[in-house]
């Protein structure tokens, strides 16, 4: 396949690729090496159906189905009274899917089923970039460290970082979904680490305490923020992406406002290899080498 970089951090475009067209074996391990080595693929110009993305993201691995058995979601600020679920418009900063969680997830696709030519950009920032470029000193010091990331079930907020100080002493139990990851973050799908630390969900670092570590917890964000590492995705409608929820972190930088944006959005359970399918949800506790609890 011809690819085209999209930026010089990350991801590419494939040029000549067909999504309308099913792909025998070699196609699809030719794609799944293809997102290993960029973390993010970009199809662009075509006429795509819902089966179009879906057979799609399935050939990276299986399509992640929601309690109620749907198969996707939608990043939207169209409100019609038979809208599907979807996610809020406000303003969502840096993040990576699931990592208050075990298992944060491998791939996420968006399909811009309708998009204005004004309408509010996705941005994308490389964490295995950032470990790579990362001082030896930084590195040494992190790699033996954890952080907990913390998710609130109720209160949906994109905007702000939620941080273990400031859960509410009486909130109920379950509200608030906890997970220790360590910084140093091993992927399973490849060998390539990154960084588990985002702004959205990353509360503090387990083992300093709290002033230290929000300090290198800023430190690793300007090293994974910084302009010359993140990519802005215009959309355009037909746009088909998928990309490395553990490699990438991504982010809208505004509102939606009013220009149409409707992106249908799928992810994936465990990966596809060569050999058949890697179910990371009975190999993460080993892969990963958690002697931990969460706290």
Known sequence: MRV??????LGVQLVD?????????????????????????????QDVTADDQGRFV????????????????????????????RTGTARLIWHQDGTYGLRPGIATSLWAQEVAADSVPTLYA???????????????????????HLRDTQEERTDYRWREENVPPDA?????????????YPMPHT????????ELLTSHVVELPRDEGEALIQELFSLIYADD??????????????????????????????PIRRLRRQSIDGWYTD????????????YAGYSRHPR
């Open 4 to 9: 085209v970089p999209v930026s010089e951090a």
């Open 229 to 258: 590492n993140v990519y802005a995705h215009h959309w355009q409608t037909n746009d088909v992406i998928i990309w490395d929820n553990l490699a990438l972190q991504h982010c809208r930088p505004d509102e939606m406002g009013l």
């Open 275 to 286: 050999d058949g399918l890697l179910d990371w949800t009975e190999t993460v506790v080993a």
């Open 191 to 198: 060998d390539q680490q990154t960084i588990l630390v985002n």
């Open 58 to 85: 399935g050939y990276f691995g299986p399509l992640h189905a929601r309690a109620d058995g749907m198969k996707e979601t939608y990043v939207t600020n169209v409100t019609d009274d038979d809208a599907p679920p």
């Open 17 to 45: 690729f067909d999504v309308k067209r099913p792909c025998d074996l070699a196609e699809q391990a030719e794609l799944r090496a293809l997102f290993c080595e960029h973390h993010l693929l970009l199809v662009r110009g």
């Open 126 to 148: 490389n964490a295995v970039r950032a470990l790579e470029r990362m001082p030896a000193g930084l590195r040494a010091r992190i790699d033996p460290l954890h952080v907990v």
């Open 172 to 184: 109920e139990s379950g509200r608030f979904l906890r997970h220790e990851h360590p910084i140093v």
